[in-house]
C-alpha cells in the first residue's frame, strides 16, 4: 500500500552534526559539528537541547543560539562518577530530562542509569549497581541489577521512571517518590508473549525501548521481535503494530499487519500517537492507538543522506536510534549513522 504524500508546507532541516568540525573543548556551531552516533535527545525547561553520543560517549547541549558544547564525558569508554567532564561513560543509548532538568542517562553498557545535575556539573549513579545481572525487585533501584538498560523514560502519569532491561527480556519500572523498583512485563525468557496473558508472566522478545501513557499503559517496543506491545492498566499484555516478521509494509494500513525491522525506539506525539523510529528500515512511523493505523512519516525507506530542506518523506535517513516531540510540537529524530539531528518544521 501507498505511504500517503507529505504535506506541502512541511519540511526536513538539520539540527546538529553532519559536519567537520571535531573541537570538543569550546562552544562551536551545531550545524558544522562533527557528532559520533548521536542517539537520544531531549529538551530542558528553558528549551535547550540536550544530545548523548553513543560512540562519543559525551553528552552535549545545544543552546538556542545554535551553539553545541559537551557538557558530560570525557569521549572515553569507562565508569566514572565526579566532575561531569572527567565522568567516562559506556554507550549511553538515551536520555530524560526531569521536570528538575537532571538529565537521567541510560548508560547500556555500564548497566545503571546516571544522573547529570547541569546546575552542579556533576554525574552520579541513580539506579543499578553497574554490576550485570538480575536482582533487586521490590527494593531500592540502587541496590538493584540490570542486564544493559537500552532506554529511559519517565511516564506521563509523573509517577513511574521505565526502563527497557533487555538482557533480562524485562521492562521495569522506578516509583519516582519511593525509588523502588519492579518489572513490570517479562518473565526473563526470551518469546513472543501471548496476547491477553499477564504481562509479569510473559517472555519478551528482545524490548529495546519503553514509553508510558498518562492512564498507566506501558508501551513496549522489541527490536528482533519486530514489534509493538502494550501493557494495558489491567496488566495484561497484546501486541499492536508488527507481525513479528522482518520487513517493511503496511503503510497506511492496519498496524497489525504490518512489518517492521529492527525498531529502536519511540514516543508519544501531542495526539497521543507513538512515533517508532524504525531503524533499519530508515525511517519514521506512526501509530496511532484510536483506529490502529499505521503511517510513514519521515524517510523513504531508502538508506542514504538525501533530501535535507525538503518534504520529510523524501529524505533519506540512516539507522535512526531517537525519536522526540517537543512540547512545542516540533519533531526531532536522531539520525544517528549520519551522526546528525534533524527537525521536521511547517
Same mark, same amino acid.
Given at each position: 500500500?501507498?505511504?500517503? $504524500?507529505?504535506?506541502?508546507?512541511?519540511?526536513?532541516?538539520?539540527?546538529?552534526?553532519?559536519?567537520?568540525?571535531?573541537?570538543?573543548?569550546?562552544?562551536?556551531?551545531?550545524?558544522?559539528?562533527?557528532?559520533?552516533? &548521536?542517539?537520544?535527545?531531549?529538551?530542558?525547561?528553558?528549551?535547550?537541547?540536550?544530545? %548523548?553520543?553513543?560512540?562519543?560517549?559525551?553528552?552535549?547541549?545545544? !543552546?538556542?543560539?545554535?551553539?553545541?558544547?559537551?557538557?558530560?564525558?570525557?569521549?572515553?569508554? =569507562?565508569?566514572?562518577?565526579?566532575?561531569?567532564?572527567?565522568?567516562?561513560?559506556?554507550?549511553?543509548?538515551?536520555?530524560?530530562?526531569?521536570?528538575?532538568?537532571?538529565?537521567? /542517562?541510560?548508560?547500556?553498557?555500564?548497566?545503571?542509569?546516571?544522573?547529570?545535575? *547541569?546546575?552542579?556539573?556533576?554525574?552520579?549513579?541513580?539506579?543499578?549497581?553497574?554490576?550485570?545481572?538480575?536482582?533487586?525487585?521490590?527494593? &531500592?533501584?540502587?541496590?538493584?541489577?540490570?542486564?544493559?538498560?537500552?532506554?529511559?523514560?519517565?511516564?506521563?502519569?509523573? +509517577?513511574?521512571?521505565?526502563?527497557?532491561?533487555?538482557?533480562?527480556?524485562?521492562?521495569?519500572?522506578?516509583?519516582?517518590?519511593? =525509588?523502588? %523498583?519492579?518489572? #513490570?512485563?517479562?518473565?526473563? @525468557?526470551?518469546?513472543?508473549?501471548?496476547? =491477553?496473558?499477564? !504481562?509479569?508472566?510473559? *517472555?519478551?522478545?528482545?524490548?529495546?525501548?519503553?514509553?508510558?501513557?498518562?492512564?498507566?499503559? %506501558?508501551?513496549?517496543?522489541?527490536?528482533?521481535?519486530?514489534?509493538?506491545?502494550?501493557?494495558?492498566?489491567?496488566?495484561?499484555?497484546?501486541?499492536?503494530? =508488527?507481525?513479528?516478521?522482518?520487513?517493511? $509494509?503496511?503503510?497506511?494500513?492496519? !498496524?497489525?499487519?504490518?512489518?517492521?525491522?529492527?525498531?529502536?525506539?519511540?514516543?508519544?506525539?501531542?495526539?497521543?500517537?507513538?512515533?517508532?523510529?524504525? +531503524?533499519?528500515?530508515?525511517?519514521?512511523?506512526?501509530?496511532? &492507538?484510536?483506529?490502529?493505523?499505521?503511517?510513514?512519516?519521515?524517510?523513504?525507506?531508502? @538508506?542514504?543522506?538525501?533530501?535535507?530542506?525538503?518534504? &520529510?518523506?523524501?529524505?533519506? /535517513?540512516?539507522?535512526?536510534?531517537?525519536?522526540? #516531540?517537543?512540547?512545542?510540537?516540533?519533531?526531532?529524530?536522531?539520525?544517528?549513522?549520519?551522526?546528525?539531528?534533524?527537525?521536521?518544521?511547517?
Amino acid at each position: 500500500m501507498a505511504a500517503p $504524500s507529505s504535506s506541502v508546507a512541511e519540511r526536513i532541516v538539520l539540527v546538529a552534526g553532519g559536519g567537520s568540525d571535531t573541537n570538543t573543548s569550546a562552544p562551536i556551531q551545531a550545524t558544522i559539528a562533527k557528532l559520533s552516533s &548521536p542517539f537520544g535527545v531531549d529538551f530542558d525547561a528553558a528549551g535547550n537541547l540536550y544530545l %548523548v553520543e553513543m560512540t562519543g560517549e559525551r553528552v552535549r547541549k545545544l !543552546a538556542k543560539d545554535g551553539m553545541l558544547t559537551v557538557v558530560a564525558g570525557t569521549g572515553q569508554k =569507562g565508569f566514572t562518577n565526579g566532575p561531569a567532564l572527567q565522568a567516562q561513560f559506556n554507550g549511553i543509548h538515551n536520555l530524560a530530562i526531569s521536570g528538575t532538568d537532571d538529565i537521567w /542517562l541510560a548508560d547500556t553498557f555500564n548497566n545503571c542509569v546516571r544522573i547529570f545535575n *547541569p546546575t552542579a556539573g556533576t554525574v552520579g549513579r541513580v539506579i543499578g549497581t553497574g554490576e550485570k545481572g538480575f536482582s533487586g525487585d521490590g527494593g &531500592p533501584a540502587v541496590q538493584a541489577k540490570f542486564g544493559g538498560i537500552y532506554c529511559i523514560s519517565i511516564g506521563l502519569d509523573g +509517577t513511574n521512571i521505565y526502563l527497557a532491561d533487555l538482557d533480562n527480556s524485562r521492562i521495569r519500572a522506578v516509583d519516582s517518590k519511593s =525509588g523502588r %523498583v519492579r518489572t #513490570v512485563a517479562g518473565n526473563g @525468557k526470551k518469546a513472543i508473549p501471548a496476547d =491477553g496473558a499477564r !504481562a509479569v508472566e510473559s *517472555p519478551l522478545v528482545d524490548p529495546r525501548a519503553v514509553i508510558g501513557d498518562r492512564d498507566g499503559r %506501558v508501551y513496549v517496543l522489541e527490536r528482533s521481535g519486530n514489534a509493538l506491545r502494550v501493557v494495558e492498566t489491567n496488566g495484561t499484555i497484546r501486541t499492536v503494530v =508488527g507481525t513479528g516478521q522482518k520487513g517493511f $509494509s503496511g503503510d497506511g494500513g492496519e !498496524a497489525s499487519f504490518a512489518t517492521l525491522n529492527g525498531p529502536k525506539h519511540l514516543c508519544f506525539d501531542q495526539d497521543g500517537s507513538v512515533l517508532i523510529a524504525d +531503524t533499519e528500515n530508515h525511517v519514521i512511523r506512526r501509530y496511532s &492507538p484510536s483506529n490502529g493505523i499505521i503511517v510513514r512519516v519521515a524517510g523513504t525507506g531508502k @538508506k542514504g543522506s538525501k533530501g535535507v530542506g525538503g518534504p &520529510p518523506l523524501e529524505c533519506e /535517513l540512516d539507522q535512526p536510534h531517537g525519536v522526540y #516531540v517537543h512540547r512545542d510540537g516540533t519533531l526531532y529524530i536522531s539520525d544517528s549513522s549520519n551522526h546528525r539531528v534533524l527537525k521536521i518544521v511547517k
